[in-house]
């Protein structure tokens, strides 16, 4: 994962920054990466920050002295192929996530985290698009472009959160397990969107549409989406998007059980590491080449791993497991690590702050939408199947919905264009909205639900 800091230039070495002029090599770019992580850590244990958040900051600080005039090693052309943090950074994050949550308290909320993780998402995204376009007066294909890809949450800080004041099982169970599956459905709804306007006689950006004139709205411009005729099939679009979740998650599922049956084949920890990571990687791969999800893949991985594999002392003996859980641990927090300094270098704080009013309103949109999902779902499930979710569970999860690096990933992954800088720096703000107002408000009200249960 330190992979997501580097880029490679023409002369075939790594540079932290791309663009011509000095860069930092590898050599030096691994030391940097670590010190900062270690710092984080540091200020961490003192004063009960994330270390994530705190790396966000350094980021944004970095960022912001390149564009106050001190481009060290060409800060302001940083760039990264999005594909490298979804292919090598969320994997390993979705796989830790789902190795950790116990199938039997997962039982117990299993429809709410699945219905969240797949209805929620598309619900989210039909209800933020909506308000965009209402609130903000955001063209059509704007408004659900960024509304699909803002709906998957990070649980990442919520975790962290967590382990300062034991919350039930089940509820970090709901919110990781919920986490680890929208992120592969944001992507396929994402994509999905994408595919609907493309399917007709494609898209182009042919300028910019100045929407002053919307009473909620600012000075702000924003590109002008032409689609000669979007295909709104979306019953196929339905049916893909359950082919790839569901297919995906049967290609994670056959992985992990024929790497369960090569674990019992051997009894050492290195070798038995290596090959989770084999399969974590093997089934993203595998998933992907055939067309279908490779996070959805490794979510079920992940909990097959963990429930399954781990399970049977015959399989995996208990010295090989603490192993793999520790190394698992480690790269995980190195991957959260390396996400949120990616996230905060690549901020521009000038260009949100001239969206200021669009970002504000598109994240009470991404909360309202949340809300509008996440009370009706749970209060379906708590009736009708049995699947007890206290109302103060449910604010919880309304306020630890916050969003992340899949988003990034996702917004990174559109073609340059003028479209794309806007929609990123929307994307970022919400973003860092998100990370600092629902980080602070979740952290008092889990403390006042759970009063007892602080460490």
């Known amino acids: 994962m330190l992979a997501i800091l580097a880029t490679t230039n023409n002369n075939n070495t790594f540079s932290l920054f791309a663009g011509g002029g000095t860069g930092l090599t590898l050599e030096y770019l691994i030391p940097i990466f670590l010190a900062m992580v270690f710092a984080a850590a540091l200020i961490s244990s003192r004063t009960k920050i994330p270390h994530t958040m705190i790396l966000l900051a350094i980021g944004i600080a970095i960022s912001f002295l390149a564009l106050a005039g001190l481009d060290i090693a060409n800060i302001r052309q940083f760039t990264i192929p999005p594909n490298i943090i979804i ?40 209800i933020g698009g909506f308000l965009l376009i209402y609130i903000a007066g955001l063209p059509f294909f704007v408004a659900f472009t960024f509304a699909a890809l803002i709906s998957p949450t990070d649980a990442a800080i919520v975790i962290e959160i967590f382990r300062r004041v034991k919350v039930p099982k089940v509820l970090s169970n709901l919110m990781e397990s919920e986490a680890a599956f929208n992120d592969a459905t944001g992507a396929i709804a994402f994509s999905s969107i994408l595919a609907l306007a493309i399917g007709g006689s494609g898209y182009a950006i042919i300028g910019t549409s100045n929407l002053s004139s919307h009473p909620n709205n600012s000075s702000s411009t924003f590109p002008t989406i032409f689609t000669g005729s979007i295909h709104m099939s ?43 990571i084999v399969t974590v990687f093997g089934s993203v791969v595998l998933a992907n080449s055939l067309g279908l999800s490779g996070l959805a893949a490794v979510a079920v991985a992940g909990l097959y791993f963990g429930n399954v594999t781990v399970k049977k002392e015959a399989t995996m003996s208990k010295s090989v497991r603490t192993f793999a859980f520790n190394f698992w641990e480690l790269i995980a927090f190195l991957a959260s690590s390396a996400a949120f300094l990616y996230l905060g270098v690549s901020m521009n704080i000038v260009d949100m702050a001239q969206h200021l009013p669009i970002i504000v309103l598109a994240f009470i949109a991404v909360l309202v939408a949340r809300a509008g999902t996440i009370y009706p779902l749970l209060a379906a499930t708590t009736r009708f199947v049995k699947e007890n979710i206290p109302m103060t569970w449910r604010h919880i999860i309304l306020i630890g919905g916050m969003r992340g690096a899949i988003s990034v990933a996702l917004v990174a992954s559109l073609p340059a264009s003028e479209f794309k800088n806007t929609l990123q720096t929307i994307t970022f703000g919400v973003v860092l909205l998100s990370l600092i107002i629902q980080y602070s408000v979740l952290s008092k009200y889990v403390k006042k639900v759970f009063p007892d249960a602080q460490q």
């Open 87 to 126: 292919t090598f950074i969320i994997p390993p994050l979705i796989f830790e996530a789902m190795m950790n949550i116990d199938y039997k308290q997962f039982r117990a909320v299993q429809i709410s985290a699945v219905l969240l993780a797949t209805i929620g998402v598309v619900l989210a995204t039909l």
């Open 234 to 276: 979306f019953i196929t679009q339905a049916e893909h998007f359950v082919l790839l979740f569901f297919g995906g998650s049967a290609i994670g599922l056959a992985v992990a059980a024929a790497t369960h049956k090569l674990h019992t084949l051997m009894n050492d920890p290195l070798s038995e590491t290596s090959l989770t």
